[in-house]
């Protein structure tokens, strides 16, 4: 049996028959030191990652454990009120909240091995002690051993507590959907726009809609917001049938289109004091709201200023400010950086990066894939109106990619074919000196690309790297232009 294969079984022992068990064991060793830590297995994944990297935002804490990050935040509050656990305002980004192990946390982790021996000695059978113990050390990594170095242990010891996580939330009552999208159609005469989509996006999450010009984008938003009715299907908004609870729905809801609707006469301040109006926000609250929004998108100093003065960038900053002006729980973003310089991008970014850790869902719209991968955790693809792919970024990557292989010869090459022929070569491609291979197996397949170009000619160059989302794009939607 192969090392990995021996991790692989007694990690799986452990969390089909000693899983509950180890974590009595843990309880207990709290109790003997002298305080009664009430901490369960997602807790301690939670501790266990800020034992690798203290200083971790609820954002971050949330995809490393595969779960959402109003439930994070929950485990992190439980984990704050027995002292191990802190969560403080960056200093250079007050919008920013960190969460840090306090001494007694550090000093938690750093007791670990103590709690395996323990375990191996009050719960493991005999003959099986020294396997299970030995894998266990690899599994638990105190503090003062983690270093860059260690990451494969510490690996196995994320994945154990992911799973504990996973089942932990599987026995919890399901939280209803942000989004729920049913078998939704929607035609225009002999043109259907929609056919038969089905989604959902997870409250909390960052989810991103892509499609080329034409595949049903705008349709189904419209639809999703109440603006149009479906043919046939169901959409739902926090579990609101959206034909029935139009009202509820536009409540729960704030939009930025691609053109900002802001009236350019105004003041950035009159902007948002009329749209609190239509929503009906009080008069005792509006005026610190409206304080409290711009302050957060950075625009208090110019609160007088009619927006015919902003540049774009403060302007798609004011149009996100309004769409939060009413404290909705989700916000659609339909390309929120279009037209704004590289620093306004960076700074928008990072405040839908902090709508998540207010646990808001986001739905983004956008044309700039680059966008969509610092953003989504999830995208779907759509094209005529039906889903083509849905999953992480990286997945759809690892999926419908492959890597790609780049070779430069001295001269045009001939042997595509036998290039083509290879196992795990899926794609060949030629122009003029320059080769693009996309591949699959690549540590396999590299080294016989070599030797069959570079017998038939000179390599000059050689690089290899992951596909780009933009091809990904083009593979599952074609490459011919759309009006």
């Not at 995208?379 to 759809?396: R, S």
């Amino acid at each position: 049996m192969q090392p990995s294969d021996t991790i692989g079984y007694w990690l799986s022992y452990a969390q089909r028959y000693y899983a509950s068990a180890f974590f009595e064991v843990l309880r207990a060793h709290c109790i003997e030191r002298g305080k009664a830590y009430v901490i369960t297995p997602p807790q301690w994944g939670v501790i266990a990652l800020l034992s690798h990297d203290d200083g971790q935002t609820i954002s971050t804490l949330a995809l490393q454990l595969g779960v959402d990050a109003p439930a994070v935040t929950n485990i992190v509050k439980r984990i704050e009120q027995s002292g191990l656990v802190q969560r403080i305002r960056d200093r250079e980004d007050q919008r920013v909240v960190k969460v840090f192990l306090t001494s007694e946390g550090q000093d938690i982790i750093r007791s670990l091995d103590q709690v395996v021996t323990a375990f191996n000695e009050q719960v493991l059978p005999g003959d099986q002690q020294q396997g299970f113990l030995k894998q266990l050390h690899h599994l638990i990594a105190r503090v003062s051993t983690v270093t860059p170095g260690a990451g494969d242990r510490f690996g196995l010891l994320k994945d154990y507590m992911q799973q504990e996580v996973s089942q932990s939330t599987k026995s919890s009552p399901r939280m209803t959907p942000a989004i729920e999208i049913i078998d939704l159609c929607k035609t225009f005469g002999s043109l259907r726009a929609v056919d038969h989509l089905s989604l959902s996006v997870q409250q909390g999450e960052i989810f991103g809609l892509l499609g080329p010009n034409g595949s049903g984008k705008t349709t189904t938003i419209n639809m999703l917001s109440g603006l149009s009715v479906p043919t046939s299907g169901e959409v739902r908004v926090m579990g609101y049938n959206v034909r029935r609870h139009a009202r509820e729905v536009r409540q729960l809801l704030g939009a930025v289109p691609q053109e900002t609707a802001l009236y350019e006469e105004l003041s950035a301040w009159a902007n948002l004091d009329f749209h609190a109006d239509l929503f009906g926000i009080p008069p005792k609250e509006k005026k610190k709201r409206i304080t409290t929004i711009l302050t957060l998108v950075q625009l208090l100093d110019r609160k007088d200023s009619p927006v015919r003065t902003f540049s774009g960038g403060m302007k798609r900053r004011l149009a996100l400010g309004r769409a939060l002006l009413h404290d909705p729980q989700l916000i659609y973003l339909d390309e929120p950086t279009l037209g704004v310089d590289v620093q306004a991008r960076r700074a928008i970014w990072d405040y839908i990066l902090s709508l998540r850790d207010q646990g808001k869902t986001v739905l983004i719209t956008t044309n700039y894939l680059e966008e969509a991968q610092a953003l989504c955790e999830r995208l779907a693809i759509i094209d005529h109106g039906t889903l083509v792919a849905l999953d992480t970024p990286e997945h759809l990557k690892q999926t419908y990619g492959g890597s790609v292989v780049e070779v430069e010869t001295a001269k045009p090459t001939v042997v595509l074919e036998m290039l083509r022929a290879l196992a795990g070569v899926k794609e060949v491609k030629q122009e003029g000196t320059h080769l693009t291979i996309v591949t699959e197996g690549i540590n396999n397949v590299v080294p016989q690309i070599i030797n069959i170009v570079s017998h038939e000619s000179e390599l000059d160059d050689l690089a290899v790297r992951e596909p780009t989302l933009d091809e990904i794009f083009l593979h599952l939607t074609g490459t011919a232009l759309r009006d």
